[in-house]
């Protein structure tokens, strides 16, 4: 099996302006000028990340020569987590709504447990369907099947202080439904939340947690739109529609893929088999895990890649595209370029944009053998 391997992908200034050149025969490595890159601890759960501008390269007139790049790993880690929209800026866009989570809670104080389950069934005849998930506290596993039948079932822990916080939590955190013939939506809502538009910000809670953990059998042809944030795995399976997955502090895997999409992490790995490959834009990315990508045999698409801590692999032969043009701004004696800092690659040729990214951890580009 042939296999090219990417080579210590760094983001220096030194990177972002060699040229590439194609690989003609056997894919052969593709090297850039390591960096010495200080180790980056893992991300806190949940942080509030500032907003990070885009990175300048500062060149002091008249001596254009001398070139200082400043590239930090920490900013470039902020840079990634926004784009995973930890941080919730723009509600238009639908991202993870206004909480607070107390990550930190000694949770051997909650002392006092119980579980209940939820099942309910779902007609959805429609041809074209939709699924929306947005957890906060727990798992969830989505299957498609051949059925017309959308079914649920949602094991539902609490964890309290006390009977009384325990109590408070029953009446507190409820999972709303909105079912149609063409969309369910599954809504874990409490007063993590921020549901009001007078500016009431966050409103902080203790004494008690909720967690969710959904299984779903659906429709195979579906899009799906499904989120959670804290204890809890992500893992779809058998899906032909276009997917938006996010997770916060679990990993992402999705198996027998049929469509296009985007799936996002912070502290966790991403794992996608296709079925049938992406024919849209999608869009892969972790902070602090690696990111593997299984697809079938004919693939023919355009590969947009960065890391910091780790290597990019790819069983597919592989051109290199050229680094995009630097951008050059005028800030009265000082000139700053904007450089793209992904490394660019096309197989085959060419087709539907595939972008990858992480900040520690390997990437790997396989071909799916299932």
């Not at 355009?302 to 290199?320: H, L």
């Not at 004696?333 to 040729?349: G, L, N």
Request: charged share 25%; proline share 6%; glycine share 6%.
């Amino acid at each position: 099996m042939r296999k090219t391997f990417f080579l210590a992908v760094t983001l220096s200034a030194a990177a972002v302006l060699l040229p590439f050149a194609n690989f003609p025969g056997t894919p052969r490595a593709v090297a850039q000028e390591p960096v010495a890159a200080p180790s980056v601890p893992p991300v806190p759960r949940v942080p509030t990340v500032p907003a990070v501008p885009p990175i300048a390269i500062h060149v002091a007139p008249p001596d254009i020569g001398r070139i200082e790049a400043n590239i930090d790993p920490q900013e470039i880690e902020h840079e990634v987590m926004e784009q995973v929209d930890v941080q919730h800026e723009d509600a238009d866009r639908e991202e993870f709504d206004h909480f607070e989570i107390d990550s930190e809670h000694d949770d051997a104080a909650f002392n006092v447990r119980a579980e209940e389950k939820i099942e309910k069934s779902f007609a959805m005849p429609a041809a074209h369907r939709t699924l929306e998930i947005d957890n906060v506290w727990g798992s969830i596993e989505v299957v498609g099947t051949s059925s017309d039948q959308a079914r649920l079932l949602v094991n539902k822990t609490l964890r309290a202080e006390s009977k009384e916080k325990l109590e408070q939590a029953r009446k507190e955190v409820t999972l709303d439904v909105t079912a149609q013939p063409d969309a369910l939506k599954l809504y874990v809502n409490g007063p993590f939340r921020c549901n009001c538009n007078d500016g009431c910000g966050h409103r902080e809670f203790e004494g008690y947690v909720v967690k969710m953990d959904f299984q779903l059998q659906v429709p195979r042809d579906i899009d799906i739109k499904i989120k959670t944030v804290n204890e809890g795995r992500v893992s779809v399976r058998d899906i032909n529609g276009s997917f938006l997955v996010r997770n916060v502090n679990g990993d992402i895997q999705m198996r027998n893929i049929g469509g296009s999409g985007t799936a996002r992490t912070v502290n966790g790995p991403v794992k996608v088999s296709f079925r049938q490959n992406p024919r849209e834009a999608s869009e892969f990315q972790t902070v602090n895990g690696s990111i593997e990508l299984q697809f079938a045999r004919d693939l023919s698409a355009d590969f947009r890649f960065k890391t910091f801590n780790g290597g990019i692999y790819s069983d597919f032969p592989v051109t290199a595209l050229p680094v995009s043009a630097m951008q050059e701004e005028h800030r009265g004696t000082k000139v700053v370029f904007r450089a793209d800092r992904y490394t660019r690659a096309r197989i085959a040729s060419g087709g539907p944009q595939i972008k990858v990214e992480n900040l520690n951890g390997d990437i790997r580009i396989l071909e799916n053998h299932e």
